[in-house]
């Protein structure tokens, strides 16, 4: 018979900016699957460097793995089928926990941003309807909010939230299409959405990012 037994684990996330009183602006991050947060996080660097003010923070998937085989480059990921749920409440957790002590040092003032990327879209919007705070811009890029999501759940979250789709023209795994169709149900379920598509693949867009964050 199958047994489960909550344990401590050490999670790891990457930071960029220093956290203080004058941070006005924080961007939590989530990475795609097989990606890691310090390979993640260098996406985002323009924006620290262009505001002092501004914090980016890349939590880690706390699956890690070879990309393949048994020896070379490592990826981590957010959740497999298996075990899925109890992953997703680890997960949510652990982003629970960070979030917690990130705003502890900053003032009540500060702006969130929340970004979730290929497997991490899924990942913050389940984080988000059981999170303490709630963020000023939610951004789900290449990626889908999560069907399995309670309607009232998604709509207390998505009413009157500031909300981004942003797609690649030639992304592998997502087409134009299905973003606007997840547009379309994100509308019905109260959101706003305003759908960005971009000339690319199933990656980040440094005009895009820019232009999301009031840079462009």
């Not at 490592?74 to 960070?98: K, Y």
């Not at 939610?138 to 207390?156: C, H, K, T």
């Not at 019905?188 to 999301?212: C, I, M």
Request: with cysteine.
């Amino acid at each position: 018979m199958e047994r489960h037994l909550t344990v401590a684990r050490t999670a790891r996330y990457q930071q960029l900016g220093e956290l203080s009183a004058e941070t006005k602006h924080v961007w939590f991050v989530c990475h795609g699957y097989g990606q890691l947060a310090a390979y993640f996080i260098r996406h985002f660097a323009f924006l620290a460097e262009a505001d002092p003010h501004t914090v980016v923070i890349a939590p880690e998937g706390l699956s890690r793995f070879y990309l393949s085989g048994s020896s070379g480059r490592v990826g981590a990921s957010w959740m497999t089928r298996d075990d899925r749920l109890h992953e997703i409440q680890d997960h949510i957790g652990f982003l629970n926990q960070l979030a917690e002590k990130v705003l502890a040092e900053c003032s009540t003032s500060v702006e969130l941003t929340v970004l979730g990327f290929s497997q991490g879209t899924a990942t913050v919007s389940r984080w988000l309807v059981q999170a303490a705070f709630r963020p000023a811009h939610l951004i789900l890029w290449a990626g889908s909010f999560p069907p399995d999501i309670a309607p009232e759940s998604a709509q207390a979250l998505l009413r009157g939230l500031r909300l981004s789709l942003t797609i690649g023209t030639d992304d592998e795994y997502i087409t134009v299409a299905q973003a606007e169709e997840q547009q379309t149900e994100l509308l019905q379920l109260g959101g706003a959405p305003q759908l960005f598509v971009f000339a690319g693949k199933h990656t980040l867009d440094r005009p895009v990012l820019a232009q999301l964050a009031g840079l462009g």
